[in-house]
């Protein structure tokens, strides 16, 4: 690719033209020139990235919504097979234990009480003593 050059006067102020004196081998450019055109094509590739906005958001949100969305398909299958494995367990107890209804209605409103408290982290052991006075 060639690059044809021309001159052009460029007029700076001496605090820009120190900072060009002082980074363009910072930055392994053989010549001031070298480095004024890379911070020429970096500041105005800033500028399109700021006018990308409509672009990037609407990409951005296309892929995240890919994403979650398998998230949420993969969620929502575990979720089902966990309520299937604790419906089996529920109807299990029901028909091996004698619970009064009363007693039924205690036992949830001591659980979500605890739910509530240990933020859904629920403890075996925790629940045996509770159930067998151990504390």
């Given at each position: 690719?060639?690059?044809?050059?021309?001159?052009?006067?460029?007029?700076?102020?001496?605090?820009?033209?120190?900072?060009?004196?002082?980074?363009?081998?910072?930055?392994?450019?053989?010549?001031?020139?070298?480095?004024?055109?890379?911070?020429?094509?970096?500041?105005?590739?800033?500028?399109?990235?700021?006018?990308?906005?409509?672009?990037?958001?609407?990409?951005?949100?296309?892929?995240?919504?890919?994403?979650?969305?398998?998230?949420?398909?993969?969620?929502?299958?575990?979720?089902?097979?966990?309520?299937?494995?604790e419906a089996i367990m529920a109807q299990i107890v029901a028909y091996g234990f004698?619970?009064?209804?009363?007693?039924?209605?205690?036992?949830?409103?001591?659980?979500?009480?605890?739910?509530?408290?240990?933020?859904g982290e629920v403890d075996f052991e925790a629940a045996y003593k509770y159930q067998k006075r151990l504390?």
């Amino acid at each position: 690719m060639n690059k044809n050059k021309d001159r052009h006067t460029v007029w700076l102020t001496d605090e820009a033209w120190d900072k060009v004196k002082d980074h363009y081998r910072t930055d392994n450019c053989s010549t001031q020139n070298e480095y004024i055109e890379k911070a020429i094509q970096f500041y105005s590739g800033y500028l399109d990235a700021e006018q990308a906005d409509s672009y990037l958001p609407r990409v951005l949100a296309e892929v995240l919504e890919g994403k979650l969305g398998a998230l949420g398909g993969r969620i929502g299958k575990l979720l089902f097979k966990l309520s299937t494995e604790e419906a089996i367990m529920a109807q299990i107890v029901a028909y091996g234990f004698n619970v009064d209804l009363d007693t039924l209605k205690k036992v949830r409103v001591n659980c979500i009480k605890d739910i509530k408290e240990t933020n859904g982290e629920v403890d075996f052991e925790a629940a045996y003593k509770y159930q067998k006075r151990l504390d």
